[in-house]
């Protein structure tokens, strides 16, 4: 089979855009020429020299001679504005924008169909780590029984520098933002909602479901406190922020992004700095494991790269598992087991939405508590969280397979 020539329009020149415009420059086998470059401000200096920009999407959008629209834009609003129009065209697209895609999951299927074009975004999710085509090629969706990961970056680069060299969190924030890693608005990342929406992505590839970020529960990292980085790193644990989904053999699907200890027989232990990992579990292959660059100029572009070139052989999603309507259902009705840090005086209002309380402790101002919890319960709590508490997942109950299994608290 020949490639396609693609005649690319290019939406974006930061981090990822510049870098695919490099990464393309190497890889001549591949025939495929940036035509146009949209970006935003006027008054920025380029790495190349200004007629290859404009400043007016129609310029892109309304040239019939390009084929294939690649936004790489950190305004999801404006992004779905730019590829609805471009798939309306027939234009084929490849992105990397996670919170639009997940925002309009179902409106960007709709458009594929009805105007018979392909958009592509192993990007979104785990930027280098080639997941998204691997869920929807290669795993049948009654072999999948869980996936469980790291899948964002910036919050694994600053976790591990919290853990590694004892940074703090505003330090190690400012050290993710200067080199590219962390989103323009940090809470993004930091509050677990870039997790969530790859979640979303990787769920309807994984299962076939689609949710809207509304239906996902996320907490973040920027709650975590001294007490729990002290309680993990006495017990030799770290803290990853980990999205999850466990498929129940009822028509179950459970799904959310929670701060997880981890213990060092954990895969996900060694998933360090900006590097994404993702456990795969199957019913009859047990396990796999994909870890890959999460974040980052390059190894984002040879993402998009990958899309482009998967394009010139006019590759396209086609969403077998969401076709097949196998109707699941998203549930809160999980067991947690969690670590629940806490004001001194919420301890026993708090102990009331727990299941089982295993250890319990309060110093002058501030305690602890581990013990199980539904899902639904600890949802409840933390919408009335005011930056007073914080869960850290110690293991899945419900899950009788959970990849991980829990630790033992002394
Ligand atoms: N950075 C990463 O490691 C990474 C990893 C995975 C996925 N992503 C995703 O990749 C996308 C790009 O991220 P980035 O880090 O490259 O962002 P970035 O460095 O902030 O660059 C954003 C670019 O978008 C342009 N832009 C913004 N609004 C625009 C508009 N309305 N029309 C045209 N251009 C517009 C900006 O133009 P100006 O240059 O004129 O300001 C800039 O060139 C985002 O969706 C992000 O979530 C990033």
């Known amino acids: 089979m020949s490639r396609k020539n693609l005649n690319i329009g290019l939406f ?26 949209c970006v935003k401000d006027k008054n920025k200096d380029r790495a190349i020299s200004a007629d290859n920009f404009t400043f007016d999407k129609d310029d892109i959008l309304n040239d019939p001679n390009i084929n294939v629209v690649v936004e790489l834009i950190d305004d999801a609003d404006a992004a779905f504005e730019i590829v609805s129009a471009a798939l309306k065209k027939g234009k084929a697209v490849v992105s990397a924008n996670k919170k639009m895609v997940a925002e ?8 594929q169909k009805e105007y018979n ?35 964002n970056g910036s919050t694994n680069y600053i976790l591990t520098k919290t853990f590694a060299e004892n940074l703090s969190y505003e330090q190690a924030l400012k050290q993710a933002q200067d ?20 979640l979303l992505i990787l769920l309807a590839h994984a299962f076939g479901y689609i949710a809207k970020p509304e239906d996902l529960f996320n907490i973040g990292i920027n709650n975590i406190g001294d007490l729990e980085l002290k309680y993990a790193k006495e017990k030799g644990l770290k803290i990853k922020l980990v999205a999850q989904a466990y498929k129940g053999t009822d028509g179950t699907l459970s799904a959310f992004v ?10 996900l232990y060694h998933v360090d700095d900006v590097f994404n990992g993702m456990i795969t579990k199957t019913s009859f292959a047990d396990t796999h494991f994909f870890v890959g660059r999460g974040a980052g100029s390059y190894p984002t ?23 097949r309507e196998e109707n699941l259902k998203l549930t809160d009705d999980v067991e947690l087991k969690v670590l629940l840090r806490h004001k001194k005086e919420d301890s026993e209002a708090l102990k009331l939405k727990f ?24 949802k409840e709590l933390e919408a009335g969280n005011t930056g007073g508490h914080s869960f850290i997942l110690i293991s899945v109950l419900s899950e009788k ?8 608290i002394a």
């Open 104 to 111: 309009h999951f179902t409106e960007l299927l709709q458009l």
């Open 117 to 151: 074009v392909p958009l592509l975004y192993e990007a979104a999710a785990c930027a280098s780590m080639p997941i998204i085509r691997n869920l929807e090629e290669y795993y049948d969706n009654d072999l999948l029984e869980s996936i469980e990961g790291i899948v």
């Open 258 to 267: 929670i701060p997880k200890f981890v213990t060092p027989d954990d895969r």
């Open 301 to 323: 572009a040879s993402a998009v790269l990958s899309d482009i070139s998967a394009l010139s052989y006019d590759y396209r999603y086609e969403y077998k598992k969401i076709y």
């Open 12 to 37: 974006g020149f930061g981090v990822v855009g510049l870098g695919l415009y490099e990464v393309l420059q190497k890889t001549p086998a591949l025939k495929a020429n940036i035509t146009n470059i």
């Open 401 to 408: 397979d959970a990849t991980t299994p829990a630790f033992a």
């Open 179 to 198: 080199l590219g890693f962390a989103e323009s608005n940090p809470i993004l990342d930091t509050g677990g909602f870039d997790a969530k929406y790859k």
């Open 355 to 378: 299941n089982t309380v295993e250890e319990a402790y309060t110093n002058h101002d501030s305690g602890y508590l581990t013990g199980n919890i539904t899902l639904s319960n600890l």
